[in-house]
C-alpha cells in the first residue's frame, strides 16, 4: 500500500446504507465537505447479508428519504431486496454522494478535538463523525447454540438465503418476529417440516379496515412518537420487529393453518431434545391484547377524523391459536431435526470504537442521535422518534441531527476563533 | 363542577419499587440476589422448612419473622397429613407470585382492585413419582390458574394485567422454563 497524506474532511460518515446517505444528502445541501466510508458496495447490508426473498415490511409510498422518494408505478407494493438495493443506489447517485466503497472501517478514536477515523486505506481525520452502520449488522445468535449437537446445521437470518441451502427434513426456526415468520413461511412452502419457536412477539395484520397498517401507524401518530415522551425508552427501542411480510399477514394462526408447528421460547438443549417454555399461551395473550389496544385507538381516531362512514367496520381477528398441550420438548433425533435458523434478532457492531460510548451491554449510549460532542448515530431503532427504525423515518432525524451537527461545527469554530484572538 | 381526584390504592409503594428499579440500574450487582429456604426432616415424609434471611443490595436481610412451612403428603399415601404437599407449595408459589405481580401493575396503571381470588390446579400422573412408567414424567403435565377479579378496569384492561403479571413473574418463569438445579451431600 502506497503512503498518503492522512485527508482531513469536516464530516465523516461510516456507512452507506440509507441513513449514512440521507446524513449525507444534508450535509451537502449545506455546503460541508464529508466523506462516506462504505466496507463493501451502497447498501451493502441489503445486497450480502440478507435472504433472496426478503421484502421491506412498509409499502413503496413510505419509502421516502431527504430529497427522494419512491417514484414507480407500484406505490402500494413493498419492495424486494434488489429494489431496495437499486433505490438506495439511485439516491446515492442522484446527488452524486462522496462515497468511498470497499473501504472498511478499523478503529475511530477521539483526535485533537475532532475523531480519527483509521481503515484499511489508511486513515481520516475529521471534526465530527456520524455512525451509520446500522442496528442489524451481525446477527445475534443466543449462548445456547453452542450446547446443538454438531449433526445439525445451524444457519442465522445473516447467512440464510433460501430453503434450497437447507438439508431435507425437519427444521426449527427460532424467533416470531418478522424474519422467523418469514423464514418458517418460505421453507414450510417448500416441503420441509418446520417447528416455530415463539417468544415475545408483536402481531400485526397487513391491513385493517382495508388500509395497510404502516397507514395507519403513520396517520394516528404511533410513528411519531419522539424519544423524550415514552414511558420506558429502552424499552421501546428493543421492540422486536412486528410479524408482518410484504405480501400479506402472516401471523401464527396463517402459518399453523399451512401446518407450521407453534411452540414456546426456545429455552435450551438437553440429552438431545430442544425444550422450549410453557409460556407460550401468555406470548400470545400479551401480542393479542397489544393488537386489540391498536385497533380501539385506530378506531377512535377514524371516528375523530370523521372516517367512520367511508370505511368497513372494526375488525375482529381471531385470537391466537395455541395447542392445549403445546410441545415442551422435540427429540431432535427422532423427529428429524436437520437444520435450524436462528432469527433472533441483530446487532450493531461497534468492535471498531474506541470512545467510551457503549453502555455495559454494548449498545451505544445517546440522546435522540447525539452519542457525545460531534458524534452522531443514525439509522438505530427508536433513535428520535418510533419511525427511526424505519427508512422513511430516517428522513426526520437525518434533517434534525444534521441541524445539530452544523449548529456544534459553528460553535467549535467561533470558540476557535475567540482562542486565537485571545492569544 | 367538582373535580375528584381518585387516587388508586392497592397498597402496593410503585414509587418506592420504581426509585429501586433506577438504582439497580445504576448499580446492577446490587440487583443480585439470593433465597434460600432451610429444611429438616420431622418423621415420615413430613418436613419442617424455615425461611429466614436471605441475600440482596449486596449484603445479608432478613425477613420480620421466621416463616415456617410443614410438608407432608396425604393419609391416601400412608402419611400423617401434617402438611401441604411440595406440589401444592409451588402452587402457592405461582399464586403469591402472580397475585403480587398483578396488584403492583394495577398500582403502577392507575387501576383500583376491589378483590382478586384465584383458583390453581396442577394436574399429575403419580405412575411418574412412583415409577410405574419411564414415559410419564414426576412433575405437573398442565397448570391451570383461573383469576377472578373485581377492578375499576375495563376486561382488556383487566387481562392485559393478568398477562403482564405472568410476564414478569419469577414463579412462572420457574416452573415454564428450565432451571439448572444442583444438589450435593456435605
Known amino acids: 500500500m502506497t503512503v498518503r497524506e492522512c485527508p482531513r474532511v469536516e464530516v465523516v460518515v461510516i456507512g452507506a446504507g440509507h441513513a449514512g446517505l440521507a446524513m449525507s444528502w444534508c450535509l451537502t ?66 446527488f452524486r454522494a462522496p462515497v468511498r466503497t470497499g473501504v472498511t472501517v478499523t478503529a475511530v478514536s477521539a483526535f485533537g478535538g475532532g475523531y480519527r477515523v483509521n481503515t484499511d486505506y489508511g486513515p481520516w481525520e475529521c471534526r465530527a463523525l456520524v455512525i451509520a452502520t446500522g442496528a442489524f ?49 418460505e421453507i414450510r412452502r417448500s416441503g420441509r417440516q418446520v417447528t ?17 397498517i404502516q397507514w395507519w401507524l403513520d396517520a394516528i401518530g404511533v410513528l411519531d412518537e419522539r424519544h423524550d415522551q415514552v414511558d420506558d425508552l429502552h424499552r421501546a427501542r ?12 402472516l401471523d401464527l394462526n396463517a402459518l399453523q393453518s399451512r401446518g407450521v408447528r407453534v411452540v414456546g421460547r426456545l429455552a435450551g438443549f438437553s440429552d438431545g431434545r430442544a425444550q422450549f417454555s410453557g409460556g407460550l399461551r401468555n406470548h400470545c395473550a400479551l401480542a393479542d391484547l397489544k393488537m386489540n389496544r391498536l385497533f380501539r385507538r385506530i378506531d377512535q381516531w377514524a371516528q375523530a377524523h370523521g372516517m367512520d362512514n367511508n370505511l368497513p367496520p372494526p375488525e375482529d381477528f381471531p385470537a391466537t391459536r395455541v395447542d392445549d398441550n403445546p410441545l415442551l420438548t422435540l427429540d431432535l433425533h427422532r423427529q428429524g431435526l436437520r437444520s435450524l435458523v436462528w432469527a433472533t434478532g441483530f446487532r450493531p457492531d461497534y468492535s471498531w470504537l474506541r470512545v467510551p460510548v457503549l453502555d455495559r451491554k454494548g449498545n451505544l449510549r445517546h440522546h435522540g442521535g447525539v452519542v457525545a460532542p460531534g458524534l452522531y448515530a443514525l439509522g438505530l431503532p427508536f433513535m428520535r422518534r418510533r419511525s427511526s427504525s424505519f427508512i422513511h423515518g430516517t428522513a426526520n432525524d437525518a434533517r434534525e441531527l444534521c441541524a445539530h451537527l452544523v449548529d456544534y461545527l459553528e460553535s467549535e469554530y467561533r470558540r476557535s476563533n475567540f482562542a486565537v484572538s485571545m492569544a | 363542577m367538582t373535580v375528584q381526584t381518585v387516587i388508586t390504592d392497592n397498597g ?18 446490587a440487583a443480585q440476589f439470593r433465597w434460600r429456604a432451610s429444611c429438616e426432616w420431622v418423621r415420615g415424609t413430613h418436613s ?25 403428603h396425604p393419609e391416601l399415601f400412608a402419611s400423617d397429613d401434617r402438611g401441604a404437599t411440595p406440589v401444592e407449595y409451588v402452587l402457592v408459589g405461582l399464586a403469591g407470585c402472580l397475585t403480587a405481580g398483578i396488584a403492583s401493575v394495577a398500582q403502577n396503571r392507575g387501576i383500583q382492585l376491589h378483590s382478586v381470588t384465584a383458583v390453581l390446579e396442577g394436574s399429575m400422573d403419580v405412575q411418574g413419582i412412583l415409577g410405574m412408567d419411564a414415559d410419564v414424567r414426576n412433575g405437573f403435565d398442565d397448570v391451570r390458574v383461573v383469576f377472578e377479579i373485581d377492578a375499576d378496569a375495563s376486561r382488556a384492561d383487566i387481562e392485559a394485567l393478568v398477562a403482564q403479571s405472568q410476564k414478569r413473574s419469577a414463579v412462572f418463569d420457574i416452573i415454564t422454563n428450565p432451571t439448572n438445579v444442583r444438589v450435593e451431600v456435605r
Open chain 2, 12 to 29: 402496593v409503594n410503585v414509587e418506592a419499587l420504581l426509585v429501586a428499579r433506577q438504582a439497580l440500574a445504576e448499580a446492577p450487582e
Open chain 1, 196 to 212: 416455530l419457536a415463539v417468544g415475545e412477539h408483536v402481531r400485526l395484520p397487513r391491513c385493517y379496515r382495508g388500509r395497510d
Open chain 1, 137 to 185: 449488522a451481525v446477527p445475534r445468535v443466543p449462548a445456547i447454540a453452542d450446547r446443538l449437537p454438531a449433526t445439525i446445521e445451524q444457519y442465522t437470518a445473516g447467512n440464510y438465503r433460501s430453503p434450497g441451502q437447507l438439508c431435507d427434513g425437519h427444521v426449527l426456526v427460532v424467533g416470531g418476529s418478522a424474519t422467523g415468520v418469514q423464514l418458517a413461511d
Open chain 1, 238 to 249: 428493543r421492540v422486536p420487529s412486528p410479524q408482518l411480510s410484504g405480501a400479506a399477514t
Open chain 1, 29 to 94: 445541501g449545506r455546503g460541508i465537505d464529508h466523506v462516506v466510508l462504505e466496507r463493501g458496495q451502497i447498501a451493502n447490508a441489503w445486497r450480502q447479508d440478507r435472504w433472496d426473498s426478503l421484502r421491506l415490511l412498509t409499502p413503496n409510498w413510505q419509502c421516502r428519504l431527504p430529497g427522494y422518494r419512491y417514484s414507480g408505478p407500484d406505490p402500494d407494493g413493498f419492495m424486494g431486496r434488489e429494489e431496495v438495493v437499486d433505490f438506495i443506489a439511485g439516491y446515492a447517485a442522484n
Open chain 2, 48 to 72: 419442617c422448612t424455615a425461611v429466614e434471611g436471605f441475600y440482596g443490595l449486596g449484603e445479608e436481610q432478613r425477613h420480620r419473622n421466621t416463616f415456617t412451612f410443614d410438608a407432608d
